[in-house]
């Protein structure tokens, strides 16, 4: 790599005041042709293009972002990484990404700021307790790390949460995956855009696609705010946005897209040190290696494309926060925000062919996409290049809403997060 | 010594209150009226904390919302608040407050000691190292995350509360100063329902600090409370100080949180009044007078403490009666700074004023700053400040008239204060927050909002960019008597009037230039909380983040508590440069709620604790109670898990109810289950679409077990159906699902059948159940009713009858969960606990003997009946469950979920189905959530063939038996399966899951 | 917050007093015994979730209980009406025309 990040790196750029740094991405005019398009620049369609490059050779590709690199989702999540899923298919699919992010900085040579401080999962009924034994007992024959935690270990680890009886649902118990844990969003797009680019992958910021070339049921190219752009094989991976992409095609989509809204407090010094998650009373939090608490709100009950949502969900999120952390309760909400998620009805993606040769969706992941970045752009680069869903994603087309064959997390009352 | 008292004519603190209080365990004096910043300053105390990158020396920068380094902590034990700004504590009796940063102390940081070493800190550094060693990551990020942070979290409950209160009203001004009290006053003058609110302790705004203004001929201070009293007086007009509108949402909803108590000392707290209040306004008209904010100029080492805005010193002078220094050099490119000057100047402070604009200011403003003494440097900026933890002085260099560059040194100055002015900068957030966009204006060099505002906003005063008093009143009269005059009711009198002043333009410059070439003098920053210099936002863009987003969040730019109040503009501004692109096309970041941090339990208001969620208790609570139940929480509802006698675990209570219930009789409370009353001539057909099984022959007095399944065709709810008349059914739900399927049979019927002619009435609440199970249960229910015949011919299982129960009319069915003779008494739940008594004592000569939810669980999974959501998932087809029975294929009407049985997946092999399990030694217990594997030597990842369910001893087998899902369960009978938790597997055979009574003769009977 | 109005209550109330009901007018296949596994799965899941105005239904759990359609935006959240089930099929069939 021409301008490789080390210590070294930085301490000669700091001798020449900083002004030798290299573009961490190029920003090319944009071809007429190209191997493969990939809309969508947020991470999941960066780490395609830099998967089609690194390990498919295919090099020759272009990434399109109406806005700026990772300014979607990628860059309003609340950066929670597990694979501690019940379901097989799911199971595997998470973990091949897991396995990707613990060697992802040193692969990306940018540090993503992985952080494996654990995602715990808290049950305050008998029922949650049975659903996490089963989880814990299913993630570990799939090789997915596990445990069962009592309120007492639970408080031993997260001494600020109240684990009394005298909260309105008392904790149970919890599960615990150790190597689950967060990373700095951002830099996951920027790690895969300078990859991706440093291999060949033109970066197209600023363009947005405004229609799909379609040719006797053959992907041609896409029509974009700069002009037509040719390609036999377009990989769509534009989350919220991915209806509307599919409707350029004369497709539909299992897919709804909803606000989900997150908020941080004020900066603090180390409180809190994994991520707890309840799916019962509805929050979860973690906190940032800033040092603010990231707390993950419910998503909103109606469709929405405008990146907010209502107040209400908020205030109940802060609520369901002090139900588990009372001592809370005098922290600061300093910035609240809204994505727009793209949930499917089993809570599971679709990483799929359709009927269009040449046309295949990434989408669905709803509100737990940030943790498969890698994992995602890895089996969908696979899917493209060999125009052939990889293994671990075959479970995961269109076909299940036809024949039955759901992956359901949502049923199966899985955190969804 | 830097700051101190100074005497001021119209000061806001009130020296007859001296009052005392502690920061980092020194104590210190003060007046009533002070900010914690005030009256350090007035105390000396410069350095406040460190910062949070190099651990510079920081001190206090502003004097409000906009201060980005004095993070404090507030308070100690319970009441600790974290990361206040000392510029918005108010201060009062015994205030105890700390500094949030410096390791070991705030004198002596060690991160002060690395910070020497920035220079190999560029924005982003972290991305760029600590991968190496792989493993080595969390060892660097714990001193990371350690050296990070500001206060720290309370670690007690909340000791105080918070509420929450609607407003519906005509029109919300927010803002107090003197844009915001016309545009009150203008709306209350016309009789609308009128609200006002003010982030201060006082309202006034900026009038609260310029003293020279005169309005009508009167003060400022004197017009604003000429303007209180006014709106006091008007029935239509409230006006509420301390109230920060945070966060403005669609349709005119905001959010304002009110500071009720925060003020008080602890001592003095009303500990029956919330804390705090957050307000839900919603608002025909919104009228946002927000006004600006002065923001800094970026120059070398703009950051070490002593350097503030200007705005904060001449606010600290005016309003607190505190010098922010003895020798202050005022740097500035605009006009108003040279109040600020003057009034220092006036007050016997040595000024230096240095303009980077040739020209200066208007000349009567420069000659009235000459006659107060202070000395004039024109065409001058600041290259670099001196001094460490204190300013000792500032070296300055000639500026070009029109380029940003330097032409020639200046004189270096012994000061102790610099004060810098960048201009203001417009308050436009709320604008903002659901999707309005402000405009660059050139002449003003601010991002402002628009004149014509938005649908149902009107913008007035500074926030649309009028800086000077008399233009601000003048569009604030005119643009409210436009609103009042489309809304059909007149405007009130005449814009107040404020003599004009002459103006000279402001200069466009952000970053004074000191002759380097960026990065390589002395550190400019831009944004203090976060150590973003100027250096950092040419570096990023050099990196290709260009979108002010990417610089923004690759620098950290705007990210920290203060929100880039005061770096924003000048980030943007560098970033243009940076780019070589006008500021206008750089565009701003978003503007997010909140606009000041807002605390978590006034979000949450009252909706914490007991109050969190509702608790729902059945009619016979009392009795539980009495009888020492322990409980199990199932939703909202809290149910009787056991009845433990003393020195009796859950085991071995469970284990005498179940045998008592299946060899006498046991009463069990299942009001909870939900009821729904179904009535109407098509009530039977409604039946028929919703339920899987058929209700076309259910005859009146008949009752019938249906399973109820979503359209994907898996079971969702189930419960038993009474049919009371032909028309008339007395549906049961689950207990969690009552809610669920009350709204799924109305939107069925309402959407997709609105032709059925039946309606819904949910009855849960209105009837309490008691279950009266086990052999003897004819025998108690004879005892109680005289009006049914309990023959067993006459009332046979599965059918209701109506009569009289302990002098109560009743409705009684011949049901069971457990596979006994069983009756259920409904009554009206007002005699819920009454009949629960009634029958405890018919049943004394049987022992009946209460039990609760984990004996129903026992004796129901002894004859193999389910759970809905314990042993079915969202993922089980009746027939997984091998409930094909409750099935009615051949019904005329497709039901719901039909069609999904029959896809090629769900019709196909290979699925999970429900089966019974034995443990090989029947003393083991599975765990509920095992999995289950063909074979004990399977290695990971193992092909799971299942789960375990429900799983129990069950005492009346003398015996361990479980439910589970297999893989192809219904054709393994008999087979050996390795039941795996934990790393341990335990062997057992699978058998039907009907364990007792296969025949049925027992619920018969 | 949206502030939706009951066609049947005449009033404009606040979105907490509502509870979404999906998307408006899905057409359940009057035969789904004739209809193959792609279509019932397209009835099923399949949603236009447009970008733009949007044809759904909510209820008025905290109040009348009535399921009826609206017609929103779904960028600027803006609602252009609330009807009854059967009246707005009829501007909604206008539409799709």
Known sequence: MANRYSLWSLIKNGLKHHESWQPAWKSPQPKKQYDVIIVGGGGHGLATAYYLAKEHGIKNVAVLEKGYLGGGNTARNTTIIRSNYLWDEAAHLYEHGL???????????????????????????????????????ANLLNGVDAVVMTPQEIKDMVPLIDISHRTRYPIMGASFQPRGGVARHDAVAWGFARGASELGVDIIEQCEVTGLIIEGGRIKGVNTSRGDIMADRVGCVAAGNSSVLAKMAGLRLPLESHPLQAFVS????PCIDTVVMSNAVHGYVSQSDKGELVIGAGIDSYLGYGQRGSPHVIEHTAAAIIEMFPSFSRVRMNRQWGGIVDVSPDACPIISKTRIKGLYFNCGWGTGGFKATPGSGNVFAHTIAHDDPHPLNSAFSLDRFATGHLIDEHGAAAVAH | MSGYRIHRPGERINRQKPLSFVFDNVQYKAFSGDTLASALLANGVRLIGRSFKYGRPRGIVGFGAEEPNALIQLETGAHTVPDLKATQVELYQGLLAGSTTGYPSLDFDLKGLLGKFGRFMPPGFYYKTFMEPVKAWPFYEKFIRKAAGYGRAPTEADPESYDHLHHHIDVLVVGGGAAGLWAATLAGRAGLKTLLVDEQAEMGGWLLTERRSRIDGLSGMDWVNQRLAELASLPNVSVLPRTTAFALHDLNLVQAVELLQDHLPLTERNAALPRQRLHKIRAHQVILASGAIERPLVFGYNDVPGVMTAAAGHSYLNRYGVAVGREVLVQTQNDAAYEAALDLALSGVKVTLADARQGGAAAWRQQALKNAGAELLLGHGIAKVLGDKSVSGAQLVKLDARNNQVIGSGPRLSVDTVLSSGGLTSTVHLFCHNGGRPLWNQQQLSF???DEGRENIACVGAITGRWELSDALDQTHATVAALLLGHGRGSTGKAPAVASEEVAAPRAIFRLPDGKPEGHGAKAFVDYQNDVAAADIHTAVRENYRSIEHVKRYTALGFGTDQGKLSNINGFAIAAEALGKPIAEVGTTTYRPSY???????????????TFDARRYTAMHASHDARKAEYEVVGQWLRPWYFPKPGEDLHAAVNRECLATRNSVGVMDASTLGKIDVKGPDAREFLNRIYSNAWSKLDPGKCRYGLMLDENGMVMDDGVTACLADDHFHMTTTTGGAARVYSWLERWHQTEWPELKVRFTTTTDHWATVAVVGPNSRKVLQKLCTDIDFDKDAFKFMDGRSGTVAGLPARVFRISFSGELAYEINVDANYGRYMWEEVMKAGAEFDITPYGTETMHVLRAEKGFIIVGQDTDGSMSPNDLAMSWAVGMKKPFSFLGKRSLLRSHTAGAGRKQLVGLLPLDPKVVLAEGAQILSNTDDTVPAAMQGHVTSSYHSAFLGRSIAMAVLKDGSKREGDTVFVWAHGKSVPAQVVSSVFVDKEGVRQHA | MLVITCPYCQEAREEEEFSYAGEAYIARPAVPEEVDDATWGDYVFHR???????????????????????????VSYEIAGSWTLADGKALYEEEQA
């Not at chain 1, 004020?266 to 010094?269: I, P, T, V, W």
């Not at chain 2, 941090?597 to 949450?604: D, R």
């Open chain 2, 596 to 610: 000041t941090p807002v605390t978590f339990g006034a979000l949450a208001g009252p909706h914490v604790g007991e």
């Open chain 3, 48 to 74: 236009k979730n447009p970008r733009g105005w949007h044809w759904e239904q909510w209820q008025h759990v905290a109040g009348c209980r009535k399921v009826f359609a609206v017609k929103r935006h779904t």
């Open chain 1, 266 to 269: 004020e900066s603090m010094k």
């Open chain 1, 99 to 137: 396995k990707l992010w613990e060697g992802l900085s040193q692969d990306l040579n940018f540090n993503v700021m992985f952080s494996q401080r654990g995602v715990m999962n808290v049950g305050h009924t008998l029922q949650d307790m049975r659903d996490i034994e089963r989880r814990a007992n």
């Open chain 2, 448 to 450: 402002v909002c628009p």
